[in-house]
């Protein structure tokens, strides 16, 4: 089985700083694209950003230039590096990953609470 922990969460003033990982434990042949979404109370989950296995990137306007998607293919771990944080980045944050076993599967986090106070 193939599993997916997120670490990084907490509560953080307007304008500071955090950084999430999501690390994949398991049996699998390789990890494809993995991406961040997120998810405010009363609206829909939403994608922040996604990159492949070879390190393309895309981003959301709403984080361009504060936001920095990465990974370690070593470590099977993703990064969210977020600066500049703003009330409204205020939600559940999840990983998700595509990882190829005997199918290409996707896979979601628990979720990780970000909460950024005014």
């Known amino acids: 089985q193939v599993h997916l922990v997120e670490s990084g969460g907490g509560l953080v003033q307007a304008g500071g700083s955090l950084r999430l990982s999501c690390a994949a434990s398991?049996?699998?042949?390789?990890?494809?694209?993995m991406g961040w979404y997120r998810q405010a109370p009363g609206e829909k989950r939403e994608l922040v950003a996604i990159i492949s296995r070879r390190g393309t990137t895309n981003v959301v306007d709403s984080v361009k230039g504060r936001f920095t998607i990465s990974r370690d293919n070593a470590k099977n771990t993703v990064y969210l590096q977020m600066n500049s944080l703003k009330p409204e980045d205020t939600a559940i944050y999840y990983c998700?990953?595509?990882?190829?076993?005997?199918?290409?599967?996707?896979?979601w986090g628990q979720g990780t609470q970000v909460t950024v106070s005014s």
């Open positions: 998700n990953a595509d990882i190829l076993t005997s199918g290409l599967m996707n896979y």
């Open positions: 398991g049996s699998f042949f390789s990890i494809e694209n």
